[in-house]
């Protein structure tokens, strides 16, 4: 491992007002989940989504492909990480995945021009949230062993070189930049607080019994939530993280900065940093997403789309 990476822990950097006709980024994403070397079931899940404008032809005089798809493309990556006895983490963790999707795909429009719009997009997300809220506890209402269930929820949406990160719970999103890595989310949990109040300091948080304490959820006991959203812009060569706290738990900010600055390929960096947090003893389930931001190589490639988009199975241990 290299010592060259640094870390910045919820310091955004000061980023460029890019102009909107500039060419999108192409990405490279990956996605991996597992259980882990304690845990005998996996709560965790994870999505990495494309987004397309798509015209299917029925009928045309000229030849032409059946479906045509527009340059345009968005991406959504999300990572769920659920809580509650027996099954009810991971069913609660699913709900929460799965009404996310069914609201993006018939009623966010992600298409939009973002300019202008970012209110209306910022509303639409909470939105999803409130609805993925809203079924846990009402499944959980009609099953009393699932009373309580819930889950964290970080999800990260991409048009163009606009990143908007909505968050929920103590998952994580990390902007990795220039050898940076900057922790744009922050944990809803108690120890959070007592570090925000001074009451405790970074040296105590890693071993502190209120870490898993958390204090903002979806679904949970009763319904409510509140959103963190954030917005910024995409440089060329920047690196989207999100995981659990399977991850955090397990390894040091120093120690995902490195894995990321020495894996260039976003397959190998998620096996690694999953193979790196169960050598550490991996006491909890572990999810990881990494997408990886640059120029395309000429006009001919296509925009947005990956050049190697991928969800890996999960290994064992």
Known sequence: MTDQATIATRIIPNVPNWNHKEK???????GMTDRGRVRSNNEDHFLVAELSKAMRVHQSSLAQPKTQFSYEQGHLFLVADGM????????????AMETIEAFTLNH????????????????????????ADARIIEEASRRPELHGMGTTV?????????????????????????GTLHQITHDHTILDQLLTMGIITPEQAPRHFLRHMITNVVGGEKPGLDVEIHKLELEPDD??????????????????AEILMNHTDSQLACQELIEEANRQGGKD?????????????????????????????????
């Open 24 to 30: 999108p980024l192409r990405v490279r994403s990956c």
């Open 239 to 256: 690196v989207v993280l999100l995981c659990s706290d399977g991850l955090t738990e397990m390894l040091s900010v120093q120690q995902i």
């Open 154 to 178: 970080t999800m990260a949406y991409i048009l163009g070189r606009e990143l908007f990160v909505v968050h929920v719970g103590d998952s994580r999103c990390y902007l990795f930049r220039k």
């Open 285 to 317: 389930n572990v999810t990881v997403i990494v997408s990886r931001f640059d120029m395309p190589a000429s006009a001919t490639d296509g925009p947005l789309m990956p050049a190697a988009s991928t969800v890996a199975p999960s290994t064992p241990y």
């Open 84 to 95: 509650g006895g027996a099954q009810a983490g991971e069913q609660a963790s699913a709900l």
């Open 108 to 131: 966010l429009k992600w298409f939009f021009h973002l300019q202008g719009e970012e209110n209306h997009l910022i509303g639409e997300f909470q939105d999803a949230l409130r609805q």
